[in-house]
């Protein structure tokens, strides 16, 4: 399984991923889903990918490879819009599908995948899109301003109750983590290193990439922090009236 | 879908579930998940009902037919142990799916159900089990003093992080509808009212049953001041180096 999480506020997106991949739980191996499109001054593009790893890799590489080759086509690289962006993902998407699924089906394997594709394209807003397996996708909506893919549930109750189109870029990234801790403590197929990109509105570069390995001090003081504040949280609730 | 939880702490039970059943969104209604069987002085047995309604409603008709009109029978009422129950529960099961399944599954229905049933018989202490859909059954541990059915994992994390088996039952109280707040707020087929019993150890009798409505004040309370210090909680987590 999978966690990501994309989120799109005034001041700009904060994006994360964590590691894990598995086939069966004794095929448990790392593989970073985060990956970063960018032209400084002009664009960045982070792409989060969830599903089976074969696809959304060779979605990458495929646009990966068009941008060095047929450097004419339109790519993430060059593309005028994040619309356009999320068009030429989802095409992709269509041709490694069309390319592998029957094989896949064949041997009972899920072809499934999704992407969450972040960014900023100069002339533009910061926009976010979901790329849904079948090559569609939507955009996020300010009363909804955040995509998660994967194993979204445990992680889901602290983004409603906390992020809003206007939270800012810091209380985002603390709510990031939380969702995440609380992921990776409820289930074991998603797990450590989280990749964290946080990107402020036209800055046009990336300034803020970090990647938290499992002992990371600031993860665990995050985690501790959150352990007491939920204990003390529950304690000063009104009280039933039979207690 | 559903929901409940069952906690089985030193000082006695928390049971709570939901009431909202559907088959597909255009047809939910309301039905209690909660059966209670007690005989003062003696013995207090309560079911929480998740999964197929006519599986699991006719289960506990059946018990209840045959307590009736088989006294000298094994059943909720008269089984010696828990353990015992859970084997009536478990047995019940197998005999209204060996009566309906080969049905349901021709209509493309899912036959499957499961029961907590949690209780206390005198001679005991209080036990928790949680009974499958195929009529086996596990019991509660002291490491992980509780069970959910149905849709679990928005409400997990709280339970992960608070509930251990000393939790007092007032905490245990407020933190299992904190839980049932979080999943109602994220997943629209689980719905109030939300049914609650506290069971005090060796009291043999129910003393606190409460059904919350939606507007329910006390619940409102607990909403409100649980996004209150939600946020507060993510305001006073350390902030990331780069903020």
Redesign the interface.
């Known amino acids: 399984m999978t966690y990501c999480i994309g989120l799109n506020l005034d001041e700009g997106l904060v994006l994360a991923s964590d590691s894990r991949t598995n086939a069966g739980v004794d095929h448990i191996r790392r593989a970073g889903k985060m990956r970063v499109f960018a032209q400084e001054g002009e664009r960045v593009v982070v792409t989060l990918s969830s599903g089976n790893l074969s696809l959304t890799q060779n979605v990458l590489n495929l646009l990966e490879h068009r941008a060095r080759h047929e450097p004419e086509r339109i790519g993430i690289l060059n593309a005028q819009s994040m619309f356009q962006v999320a068009q030429v993902v989802g095409d992709a998407m269509r041709e490694i599908r069309g390319r592998d699924e029957a094989y896949l089906r064949d041997g009972g394997i899920d072809p499934s995948g999704s992407f969450i594709v972040g960014g900023q394209i100069a002339g533009e807003a910061p926009r976010l899109f979901l790329v849904y397996s079948e090559g569609n996708f939507i955009e996020s909506a300010a009363e909804t301003p955040f995509f998660q893919t994967g194993e979204i ?6 983004l ?3 992020i809003n189109k206007h939270t800012d870029l ?2 985002a ?3 990031a983590l ?1 969702s995440f801790d ?2 990776i ?2 289930n074991l197929s998603v797990g450590p290193p989280i990749d964290l990109l ?1 990107y402020k509105r036209d800055s046009f570069k990336v ?2 990439q ?1 990647r938290f390995e499992d002992g990371d001090a ?1 993860l665990q ?2 985690r501790n ?3 007491d ?3 003390r ?11």
């Open positions: 549930k445990f992680g889901k109750p602290i409603d109750r906390v810091v209380t990234t603390k709510c939380v609380s992921t403590r409820s946080v300034e803020i970090q600031y003081s995050i922090h959150w352990n504040s939920m204990r949280a529950v304690a000063e609730l009104p009280s039933p009236e039979w207690a």
